[in-house]
C-alpha cells in the first residue's frame, strides 16, 4: 500500500485537452508530406540500401567527394602559372580592392594617351620636318 501512495498521479486534468491534442495531431498527420516531396528536399535519403547501411554509403559517398576535391587540389596550378596565363591579377594588393587599382589603372592610361594626343604634332609640322609627304597629309583627304 505504501507503494501506491508515492506514485504520481498520470491521468489528465482536463480531458478536453487530451482530445485537442489528439485532434491536433490527426491534423498534421493528414498534412504531412509524402516520402517523395521529403527526397525532394533533402529530408529523406533517395536511396535504395536498406536503412542500416544508408548511413555508410553517405559516409563513402562523402569520403569519395573529398578525395575527389583532394586529388583535384593536389593538381591544381601555383599562382605564379595562373598570373602567367592572365586567370589572376598580377598584383600583390588586398583582394578588396583589386577592382579599385583596375580602375584607377585604367583612368591612368586614358589620361596618359589624353595628354599624349593634346601634345602630338600636328601634319603640317610633320610635313615641314619632312617625316610625312605632301602627299600624305591625312588632313587633306
Do not use: F, W, Y
Request: aromatic share 0%; charged share 40%; net charge negative.
Amino acid at each position: 500500500m505504501a507503494d501506491e501512495d508515492q506514485r504520481p498521479d498520470e491521468s489528465s486534468i482536463s480531458p478536453v485537452e487530451t482530445r485537442e491534442r489528439r485532434d491536433s495531431l490527426e491534423k498534421h498527420l493528414q498534412h504531412r508530406p509524402d516520402p517523395k516531396e521529403l527526397k525532394e528536399r533533402h529530408i529523406l535519403l533517395d536511396t535504395n540500401a536498406a536503412p542500416a547501411l544508408q548511413s555508410t554509403a553517405h559516409d563513402l559517398e562523402r569520403q569519395r567527394a573529398a578525395d575527389s576535391l583532394k586529388k583535384g587540389l593536389e593538381h591544381r596550378p601555383d599562382r605564379e602559372e595562373l598570373v602567367e596565363r592572365n586567370i589572376l591579377p598580377n598584383s600583390t594588393a588586398a583582394p578588396a580592392i583589386v577592382a579599385h587599382q583596375k580602375e584607377l589603372e585604367r583612368h591612368m592610361r586614358a589620361d596618359s594617351l589624353n595628354e599624349k594626343i593634346a601634345h602630338r604634332p600636328k601634319p603640317e609640322d610633320l610635313v615641314k620636318e619632312g617625316i610625312l609627304e605632301a602627299d600624305e597629309d591625312p588632313t587633306k583627304t
